[in-house]
């Protein structure tokens, strides 16, 4: 045995290399020098970080190594319990902006790659991704990231960039046309038709509303009546179970006391209409609200008069009290 502190000269340690040269141990002395080393730390590597040029080679030497299912299960294993290196660390807003500039153009690595996941493994993930729960700090610094102006600004540049591309437009096109091509899919743009509410609301129908809301009157404001599939209608005032109030202007619906059925008003519904084609449509859309058993009264932009005249609308509303209590 050699002495502490002994050293071998150049000379030796060299034919001491030579003789080794090509000498395999058998896997038995694998083993056992395996053994031996395990758990004990490596004076020669300590405080040594290897240059740039070794890790190279030892990426390249890994590469395509596959890992057998024993080998996968003892990492797993090792690394169950075990933190993350950055769990508790806060990154500096320059390695942020490091990171976001260096993956700024580069593809996704799952990007084109279909089949990678078995079913079961998928399954797991999502039952593991459904338990978890972000924190109510976490959800909080989410909202703040995603609500800043700047973020958003770059939501909207982005997705209005991705919709005008032809291919994104064309692919909407044929989904839009395969959805209501079918008679489900017209069936659901009826529907949506029917449940659109009127926004525009003239001062009479707002004083009319005012006094129902003054007097405890329950109401609903242009509730979707459907009379036939492509038929449907909107009371400007519904008073369940069945009062309908519609207060309809002279111009806009042709009152018969001013307009003459062949007279033609300009500016209508985005044209000139025969006074007589407002009046018989109207007429039909009350005989359709009759049929279904709704009383209506019908009030006219004229009764209300003027704010200066108080005691035209004071007639207006004996009028509504008279038929509620019809």
Do not use: C
């Not at 058998?26 to 004076?43: H, Q, V, Y």
């Not at 209005?160 to 994104?168: D, F, T």
């Not at 209501?180 to 009479?204: A, D």
């Not at 449907?232 to 619906?253: A, C, F, M, S, T």
Request: charged content about 35%; glycine content about 6%; hydrophobic content about 25%.
């Amino acid at each position: 045995m050699p002495k502490k502190g002994f050293k071998h000269t150049e000379e030796t340690k060299r034919k001491i290399s030579e003789a080794g040269k090509g000498r395999t141990p058998s896997k038995e002395t694998r083993m056992k020098l395996s053994e031996a080393k395990k758990g004990k730390p490596r004076p020669d590597l300590i405080g040594k970080i290897k240059s740039e040029e070794t890790r190279r080679k030892i990426s390249e030497g890994n590469k395509g190594k596959p890992k057998s299912e024993e080998h996968r299960r003892k990492l797993s294993e090792a690394a169950k319990g075990r933190p993350g290196p950055n769990k508790g660390k806060k990154m500096s807003e320059e390695s942020k902006m490091k990171i976001s500039k260096a993956n700024k153009g580069r593809p996704s690595p799952m990007k084109g790659k279909t089949g990678r996941y078995s079913e079961e493994s998928l399954m797991k993930m999502s039952k593991s991704a459904t338990a978890r729960r972000d924190s109510q700090e976490t959800k909080k610094i989410k909202s703040i990231a995603h609500n800043k102006p700047e973020t958003l600004e770059l939501s909207r540049l982005k997705g209005v960039e991705v919709q005008s591309r032809p291919e994104v437009k064309a692919k909407h096109r044929k989904s839009l046309q395969i959805v209501y091509g079918t008679p489900k899919g017209k069936e659901m743009q009826r529907q949506r038709r029917y449940q659109q509410k009127s926004t525009q609301e003239s001062r009479n129908e707002r004083l009319v509303q005012q006094y129902l809301k003054e007097n405890n009157i329950d109401f609903q404001k242009h509730h979707t009546l459907k009379f036939t599939k492509t038929t449907w209608h909107q009371p400007d005032v519904l008073i369940p179970p069945n009062k309908i109030i519609e207060v309809n202007g002279d111009r806009y619906h042709a009152n018969p006391a001013n307009y003459a059925p062949d007279d033609v008003i300009a500016g209508i519904r985005n044209s000139s209409v025969r006074a007589g084609d407002i009046q018989e449509h109207d007429k039909r859309i009350l005989n359709l609200m009759r049929k279904q058993g709704y009383d209506i009264l019908v009030l006219w932009e004229h009764e209300f008069g003027s704010r200066s005249k108080p005691k035209m609308m004071k007639k207006v509303i004996e009028k509504i009290t008279a038929f509620l209590k019809d």
